[in-house]
């Protein structure tokens, strides 16, 4: 263990000096607040986002507050006016952007104002704007409702009723400050970057410019359900959020010691009953727990695994997301049902992709090679972390 102690002091003291080197660039984006091993998956959870919806063939995506324009590969903002319908100056303007630039395949313009809206004929699914599921189910209840009234009058026979609209929900629509990141900005909005990237057709170093409208991408409903209730909406008078990274001090080394130092927890492998067998959640390693789980220190639980041994899924899943941490080693979501997400992280060979479905007990990955080896795992209830333990034992 004597190696895992040096370990963090070295690692801080190297990534100070990178910092330096870098001129503290944003893109490192580094997080040291784990005062042990472990990766930061809070990331990886906050990309749990919905896909963006698919534009109509003018590149439309129309909401019930606001319109935007996705661009095709060397498109300029002349390009997109033309196929809107829109004088190319009053797009340039409202952007932020020359009316020449060439712009990125997939990067989102936001409309002045509203043009003629999606329908079958522009190749949308559905007539008007996305809406929530819930809000088409009351208008279709209510049309029933109507056509009951007047069953004794029957339309013409030329007359048809219209495909049913598209469902969604809108998402935040961002106008970038001087001085906002990509990083700023997905942090404030608790998603994250690589989502932010997606979702506007950002390029690869992530550049934003001031002006510039950003679609915020919008969490699944099972993130959703647990974040709206404790997360005031952004622009409605909250205090802009503390970047992560900064939101505690370094730990003093005296604290990594004792760390270190504390007494080994049980081996769960060896203390499973047959009981357990029919816990909610399967162990997905078998092995002694070397870091317990502490709320906001350790949001999950590190188990001693030899390197290749593989990586059970805890339950039935869907794989939500696949990332990385800031050492490029992969971190595994899954969603299962009842609000529920599992997070494995130190890991490598991940054998499944995003959106896969998983069945409990298969193996989704191996422990990643490591002086100790060992699997960080956590369980999620929406997006808050609870401790594994109370799931599997």
Same mark, same amino acid.
């Given at each position: 263990?004597?190696?895992?102690?040096?370990?963090?002091?070295?690692?801080?003291?190297?990534?100070?000096?990178?910092?330096?080197?870098?001129?503290?660039?944003?893109? $490192?984006?580094?997080?040291?607040?784990?005062?042990?091993?472990?990766a930061d998956t809070s990331g990886a959870v906050r990309g749990v986002v919905e896909d963006r919806p698919d534009p109509d063939n003018r590149g439309v995506i129309s909401y019930p507050n606001f319109q935007v324009a996705v661009a095709r590969r060397g498109d300029t903002i002349a390009d997109v006016a033309v196929r809107v319908g829109m004088d190319a100056d009053e797009l340039a303007r409202y952007n932020g952007i020359g009316r020449?630039?060439?712009?990125?395949?997939?990067?989102?313009?936001? $409309?002045?104002?509203?043009?003629?809206?999606?329908?079958?004929?522009?190749?949308?699914?559905?007539?008007?704007?996305?809406?929530?599921?819930?809000?088409?189910?009351?208008?279709?209840?209510?049309?029933?409702?109507?056509?009951?009234?007047?069953?004794? !009058?029957?339309?013409?026979?030329?007359?048809?009723?219209?495909?049913?609209?598209?469902?969604?929900?809108?998402?935040?629509?961002?106008?970038?400050?001087? %001085?906002?990141?990509?990083?700023?900005?997905?942090?404030?909005?608790?998603?994250?970057?690589?989502?932010?990237?997606?979702?506007?057709?950002?390029?690869?170093?992530?550049?934003?410019?001031? %002006?510039?409208?950003?679609?915020?991408?919008?969490?699944?409903?099972?993130?959703?359900?647990?974040?709206?209730?404790?997360?005031?909406?952004?622009?409605?008078?909250?205090?802009?959020?503390?970047?992560?990274?900064?939101?505690?001090?370094?730990?003093?080394?005296?604290?990594?010691?004792?760390?270190?130092?504390?007494?080994?927890?049980?081996?769960?492998?060896?203390?499973?009953?047959?009981?357990?067998?029919?816990?909610?959640?399967?162990?997905?390693?078998?092995?002694?727990?070397?870091?317990?789980?502490?709320?906001?220190?350790?949001?999950?639980?590190?188990?001693?695994?030899?390197?290749?041994?593989?990586?059970?899924?805890?339950?039935? %899943?869907?794989?939500?997301?696949?990332?990385?941490?800031?050492?490029?080693?992969?971190?595994?979501?899954?969603?299962?049902?009842?609000?529920?997400?599992?997070?494995?992280? !130190?890991?490598?060979?991940?054998?499944?992709?995003? %959106?896969?479905?998983?069945?409990?007990?298969?193996?989704?990955?191996?422990?990643?090679?490591?002086?100790?080896?060992?699997?960080?795992?956590?369980?999620?209830?929406?997006?808050?972390?609870?401790?594994?333990?109370?799931?599997?034992?």
């Amino acid at each position: 263990m004597a190696d895992f102690r040096r370990r963090k002091p070295r690692a801080v003291l190297l990534c100070a000096s990178l910092l330096i080197l870098a001129g503290c660039t944003e893109p $490192l984006d580094l997080d040291f607040r784990r005062p042990t091993f472990g990766a930061d998956t809070s990331g990886a959870v906050r990309g749990v986002v919905e896909d963006r919806p698919d534009p109509d063939n003018r590149g439309v995506i129309s909401y019930p507050n606001f319109q935007v324009a996705v661009a095709r590969r060397g498109d300029t903002i002349a390009d997109v006016a033309v196929r809107v319908g829109m004088d190319a100056d009053e797009l340039a303007r409202y952007n932020g952007i020359g009316r020449d630039a060439v712009l990125r395949r997939g990067e989102v313009i936001a $409309l002045p104002r509203r043009v003629a809206e999606p329908s079958p004929a522009t190749g949308a699914d559905g007539f008007g704007p996305i809406r929530p599921a819930e809000t088409i189910e009351i208008t279709s209840l209510a049309g029933a409702a109507i056509d009951r009234a007047d069953a004794a !009058n029957p339309p013409a026979p030329f007359e048809s009723k219209p495909a049913p609209s598209q469902t969604g929900t809108e998402p935040i629509r961002h106008k970038v400050e001087r %001085g906002e990141t990509a990083y700023s900005i997905s942090r404030l909005y608790g998603v994250s970057v690589r989502a932010l990237a997606d979702w506007n057709g950002l390029g690869p170093d992530l550049t934003v410019r001031e %002006g510039q409208f950003l679609l915020v991408p919008v969490a699944t409903p099972v993130a959703r359900a647990s974040a709206e209730a404790d997360t005031p909406a952004p622009g409605a008078g909250s205090p802009t959020p503390t970047p992560p990274s900064a939101s505690r001090p370094l730990p003093e080394e005296t604290e990594i010691a004792a760390a270190a130092a504390a007494p080994p927890s049980p081996d769960m492998s060896a203390e499973r009953t047959e009981a357990s067998g029919s816990a909610r959640l399967l162990l997905p390693v078998s092995g002694k727990i070397i870091r317990p789980y502490e709320k906001r220190k350790n949001d999950g639980i590190d188990i001693a695994a030899s390197a290749g041994t593989p990586v059970k899924a805890a339950g039935d %899943g869907t794989v939500a997301a696949i990332t990385r941490d800031t050492d490029q080693v992969p971190i595994l979501v899954l969603r299962h049902p009842g609000n529920l997400l599992t997070v494995y992280a !130190n890991i490598d060979d991940v054998a499944f992709e995003k %959106g896969a479905k998983v069945k409990r007990g298969q193996t989704i990955a191996k422990v990643r090679e490591g002086n100790p080896s060992f699997l960080h795992f956590e369980v999620r209830e929406g997006l808050e972390s609870v401790d594994p333990v109370i799931y599997v034992n």
